[in-house]
């Protein structure tokens, strides 16, 4: 079924209108900024605002409109789109990251244009990956989720699509910068200042579609994983907003001075970094964990008690664990101090979290061993375990003299976002797709096993290799000799890390090998679709009409 | 809420019993969610004792470590630590032992220094990492150079192989921003016809085979215009940084092609001046290592 059937005339009208305003937006940018990025940005928004007039104006009085029965269904089309999304994402994101992986072992290869270079393409990836491949699962699964275990429809039809569709022009309006040298220079914060407003209202539409839908429950009870999720909206635009406080040089161009300055902007850029990590690669993921998990399992959750313990813990002990990223710094000593031990204290909630989730798993182990979907979750709740224990070991002060500014803290972040976070992505991509293309299975099932294989090997390939290269790096760094002289000098600290890099882009091809796979074989599933019903999806409590 | 167990959630009405799961034993806690379910287990005690133990662990860091604001002031912990003094000191502890050895640097009689075996079992290895730390990025990591860069491992020099003089080149630097510098301009002879510019690339290209021919027009062009820098016969050493063209050492190069660019364009290569930024043993440790490489590598060819 086409995507504007399930629209209603009224809601098409009013999505050509939303679409006119894009465009007209856009048209201003471009028009008040006339060259530069800015103008190319806006020239984009154009574009898109006008073919989603053209596709809503074609289906007007051309497509059938869907019958009332639809609101005793869940809304799945946007979910669909979501999930086609971060597989395109999935691509582009490690693509990059393999790329910057070679670059490292080659620098000599970059070629000549400019957004080839290094410092271009890093924020491609992690914005690829973080942004596009993380934010669009997070956000297909949490519309997803919040049906079933909400027991209601999306509380609309319209802002499902806004939300997909304006978030990921925010992921293209900020990779494109970056390519073409545009950014705020903060990490995981380098997208121009007008997408982060931008990102603020479809954040915000997000918010309001989320808590609308919860509204609408017809259970008694919130399941913790939209806890989870709540969790992960609500603090993501709180840290985005404040982090992203800017004065635009002008209002015609993309280039912004921060509001903060010195020690106080690091750390608050580094309060946002980590809470980045806890609430974007974190807590939403913890919310498809407890979903996913136990339904394919299916196993009642093992505690109900730890996961009150673990998300409270979490969200209370994450907000003060910033400063562990600017030890050894200006940052006065007593912020450490005070960062080291909350990240010390939170490695009990977060291992409550993978506890629970192994725990869960009692009684279907069989299920692990022959299922890889079950295996990608049960992978991703011991990495998320051992990436959490390792996290807070690096901020214990000592330790993170050694580990700071090495290959380390890049093998950390990797077992977390590959073993955790994409392995969890992938568990859940592979329960959903059938679903929701109505088929009982994927269209190859073989390859699941296949990628499930190439993804462990690759996870691992990539992060002992560091472990290795960032333990020797910190220790060359600091070995003197006995007449007080350093024993290394910096190239040769450089050299050693040769064969390590070569083996990281390794084990990098291998997991993007994996992932293209993935999209591959979704994509024949999706063009396989069936109309099969999935029958673990019960009847709706049906809701009076909008 | 009602303490009726039998009106609790999934709970029999009867009895009050809720579903029991038959793996672990547990009861569920009744509430169900698209089938999902949760057991009612008792609150691992671990998870408790683990907690306990990482919240002690803060309290003792808070109590030791500097740890909470107090308005304008924050607790300093009974260590009394500050973080600024503490790398001092380590730093400090690091140069007194270096001091041992390197003091005998800062005003060197290089010629005695050289032949104590001793200290320069101890000195070299050192230089060799500030070598690498501060030169290798331009020099090489064993004195190469490159393209644009001189090779301080031969036996050729711009200025000169004396560490006296090597020394002065790292304090002041060669087109430097510092008033001392060195100056070594290669001034554009772009003045100069473009057909007499490509003769005596030619020309200059044949000095390091010694079958260039004195008697030509080029060699006329030669001795009228770059002897004064580059020697009579184009053999350097006049102290004025500009190379002898009759080794086969280059900077640039000395095939045609690439005589023909530095004619017309000049050259004017920078080497930075070291005095604010190394101390004056360190450049003197340097300039001896440097001396030194053209031996070293003869050693090891030999
Ligand atoms: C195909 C697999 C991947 C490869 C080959 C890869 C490679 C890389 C490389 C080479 C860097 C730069 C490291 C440096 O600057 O030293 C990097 C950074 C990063 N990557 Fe990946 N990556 C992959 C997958 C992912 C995924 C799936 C995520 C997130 C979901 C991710 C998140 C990040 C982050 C957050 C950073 C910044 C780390 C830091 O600043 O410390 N990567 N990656
Ligand atoms: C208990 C949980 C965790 C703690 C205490 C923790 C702690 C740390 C520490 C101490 C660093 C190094 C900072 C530095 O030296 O620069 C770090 C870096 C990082 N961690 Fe974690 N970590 C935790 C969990 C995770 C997880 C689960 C992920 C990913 C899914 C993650 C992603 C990252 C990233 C992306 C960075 C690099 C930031 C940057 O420098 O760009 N962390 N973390």
Redesign the pocket.
């Known amino acids: 079924m086409k995507a504007t059937a399930t629209l209603t005339k009224s809601e098409r009208q009013t999505g050509i209108g939303l679409a006119i305003a894009l465009a007209v937006m856009g048209f201003a940018m471009a028009a008040a900024a006339r060259h530069g990025v800015m103008a190319i940005h806006g020239g984009m928004a154009m574009v898109l605002g006008l073919a989603l007039v053209f596709v809503l104006g074609g289906a007007l009085y051309d497509h059938p409109e869907p019958g009332a029965d639809r609101l005793s269904r869940y809304y799945d089309a946007p979910i669909r789109f979501g999930i086609a999304m971060t597989l395109i994402w999935a691509v582009i994101g490690m693509g990059v990251g393999v790329w910057v992986a070679a670059l490292m072992y080659w620098p000599e290869a970059t070629p000549l244009w400019d957004w080839t270079s290094y410092g271009r393409l890093r924020p491609v990836h992690t914005s690829g990956v973080i942004f596009g491949f993380g934010g669009n699962a997070l956000i297909a699964t949490s519309l997803y989720v919040v049906q079933r275990t909400s027991r209601a429809r999306l509380a609309d039809a319209l802002s499902p699509w806004v939300v997909l569709i304006g978030y990921n022009l925010f992921c293209l309006w900020a990779v494109s910068g970056y390519l073409m040298g545009v950014t705020q220079s903060k990490?995981?914060a380098e997208a121009p200042w007008y997408a982060d407003i931008w990102l603020v209202a479809i954040w915000l539409t997000y918010f309001a579609l989320y808590i609308r839908t919860l509204a609408r429950r017809a259970e008694p009870h919130i399941y913790v994983a939209n806890w989870y999720y709540l969790a992960f909206i609500l603090v993501v635009a709180i840290l985005h907003i404040i982090n992203n406080l800017a004065l635009p040089v002008r209002w015609t161009s993309a280039e912004s001075f921060p509001i903060w300055s010195g020690v106080q902007d690091a750390m608050i850029q580094w309060w946002y970094?980590?809470n980045a990590?806890a609430f974007f690669?974190?807590a939403g993921?913890l919310g498809m964990l407890y979903y996913f998990l136990p339904v394919r399992a299916q196993r009642p959750i093992w505690s109900y008690r730890l996961s009150i313990l673990s998300f409270w813990g979490i969200v209370f002990f994450y907000m003060w664990?910033g400063s562990?990223?600017l030890?050894y710094t200006a940052l006065p000593y007593w912020v450490q101090t005070l960062g080291m031990t909350f990240?010390v204290m939170?490695?009990v909630p977060?291992w409550a979290s993978a506890g629970n989730a192994i725990a869960t798993l009692n009684g279907a182990w069989h299920k692990v061993r022959d299922d890889a979907v079950l295996r990608f979750m049960f992978v991703a709740a011991v990495f998320?375990g051992l990436?959490?224990?390792?996290?807070?070991f690096?901020?214990i002060r000592p330790v993170?003299s050694l580990?700071?500014?090495t290959d380390w803290?890049?093998g950390?972040?990797h077992s977390?976002?590959l073993g955790?976070?994409a392995m969890i992505v992938f568990g859940a991509i592979y329960s959903l797709v059938p679903k929701l293309w109505g088929r009982e299975n994927m269209a190859w099932p073989r390859a699941v096993e296949w990628h499930f294989w190439l993804a462990v090997a690759g996870t691992l390939v990539y992060v002992v290799s560091l472990w290795n290269a960032g333990i020797t790096q910190g220790l060359m760094w600091r070995t003197y000799d006995a007449n007080g002289a350093l024993s290394y000098s910096f190239i040769e600290t450089v050299e050693a890390m040769l064969p390590y890099y070569a083996l990281r882009t390794l084990g990098g091809g291998l997991f993007l090998a994996g992932a293209i796979l993935c999209a591959l074989n979704c994509r024949a599933t999706m063009r396989a679709a069936g109309s099969r019903e999935d029958a673990a999806d019960r009847p709706l409590a049906v809701q009076p009409a909008e | 809420m009602t303490t009726d167990p039998r009106a609790l959630p999934g709970a029999d009405p009867h009895t009050g019993n809720r579903e029991v799961d038959p793996v672990t034993g547990y009861e569920t806690t009744g509430h169900d969610w698209g089938g999902i379910r949760e057991l009612n287990t008792p609150f691992p005690r671990i998870a408790l004792i683990a907690l306990a133990l990482t919240v002690i662990y803060s309290v003792v860091a808070w109590i030791l470590l500097p740890a909470w604001p107090t308005g304008r002031d924050y607790t300093r912990g009974l260590l009394g630590l500050d973080q600024g003094e503490v790398a001092m000191d380590r730093l400090q502890a690091i140069k007194t032992g270096r001091a041992v050895w390197l003091t005998h640097f800062e005003a060197p009689d290089f010629a005695s220094l050289a032949v104590n075996r001793g200290l320069m079992a101890l000195a070299m290895p050192a230089a060799r990492r500030l070598y690498g730390d501060n030169c290798a990025l331009c020099h090489g990591s064993d004195g190469a150079g490159g393209p644009g860069f001189p090779a301080l491992a031969d036996a050729d020099w711009l200025w000169s192989g004396d560490p006296e003089e090597i020394a002065v080149t790292l304090r002041h630097g060669i087109n430097a921003e510092d008033p001392d510098t060195r100056i070594a301009e290669m001034p554009a002879f772009d003045w100069m016809d473009r057909v007499d510019r490509l003769s005596l690339a030619g020309f200059v290209a044949s000095l390091p085979t010694g079958k260039a021919d004195w008697d030509s027009p080029a060699a006329g062009l030669f001795t009228q215009n770059c002897a004064a820098c580059h020697g009579e016969k184009g053999q350097g050493g006049l102290g004025v940084g500009a190379p002898s063209l009759t080794d086969g050492a280059t900077i640039y190069g000395q095939d045609p092609q690439t005589v023909y660019n530095t004619l017309t364009l000049g050259r004017r290569g920078v080497m930075p001046a070291w005095a604010g930024r190394l101390g004056e043993a360190e450049i003197n440790l340097l300039a001896l290592y440097v001396s030194r490489l053209s031996e070293t590598k003869e050693e090891r060819t030999q």
């Open positions: 990490e995981y970094g980590h990590v690669l974190t993921f664990a562990h990223h030890h990240s939170l490695l977060s998320y990436s959490t224990f390792e996290g807070s690096l901020a993170n580990s700071h500014y803290t890049v950390h972040v977390g976002t955790w976070v």
